[in-house]
């Protein structure tokens, strides 16, 4: 559960800053060359991978769980299941934002503003944060159920 205040803190401090650069100098996310290549349908892709691997990953963890509690003849993974498909959930969620973020930045009203652009890319840099947040995570749980060899 410390690891969850962690990876929070982590992130409202990146918006913070985010935030901070949008507002004071927002070039600097704004007119940045890689970024304007980046934060486009390439940033979804980016997102639909690490999402496609943390579903697999999230498969793979029920399965054991199952093979788990048929062997010990009991269900004691209930709440565990429940925070894994709640990471399931929470993957779909930071790509629908992805993809509605960008989409709301390509309105013409937004146009020629480099505030708004700015704050566009922050948010969508933090929404591939938290994609990324959430695949550590769920790599965590695979290694501590993965046997040693």
């Given at each position: 559960m410390?690891?969850?205040?962690?990876?929070?803190?982590?992130?409202?401090?990146?918006a913070?800053?985010?935030?901070?650069?949008?507002?004071?100098?927002?070039?600097?996310?704004?007119?940045?060359?890689?970024?304007?290549?980046?934060i486009?349908?390439?940033?979804?892709?980016?997102?639909?991978?690490?999402?496609?691997?943390?579903?697999?990953?999230i498969?793979?963890?029920h399965i054991?769980?199952?093979?788990?509690?048929?062997?010990h003849?009991?269900?004691?993974?209930?709440?565990?299941?429940r925070?894994?498909?709640?990471?399931?959930?929470?993957?779909?969620?930071?790509?629908v934002?992805?993809?509605?973020?960008?989409f709301?930045r390509?309105?013409?009203?937004?146009?020629?503003?480099?505030?708004?652009?700015s704050?566009?890319?922050?948010?969508?840099?933090?929404?591939?944060?938290?994609?990324?947040?959430?695949?550590?995570?769920?790599?965590?749980v695979?290694?501590?159920?993965?046997?040693?060899?």
């Amino acid at each position: 559960m410390k690891k969850v205040y962690l990876y929070l803190v982590l992130l409202v401090v990146t918006a913070g800053v985010m935030l901070a650069v949008s507002v004071c100098e927002p070039a600097i996310l704004a007119k940045n060359a890689f970024l304007v290549g980046f934060i486009n349908h390439e940033i979804l892709g980016i997102m639909a991978v690490i999402m496609t691997i943390s579903i697999a990953s999230i498969a793979t963890i029920h399965i054991w769980f199952n093979e788990l509690e048929a062997k010990h003849e009991k269900r004691v993974f209930g709440s565990a299941r429940r925070e894994i498909n709640q990471a399931a959930f929470s993957f779909i969620t930071l790509f629908v934002a992805q993809l509605v973020c960008l989409f709301v930045r390509s309105f013409p009203i937004f146009e020629g503003s480099d505030v708004a652009t700015s704050i566009f890319n922050g948010i969508s840099l933090l929404l591939l944060l938290g994609s990324v947040i959430t695949l550590w995570d769920i790599m965590g749980v695979v290694k501590a159920l993965t046997p040693d060899d």
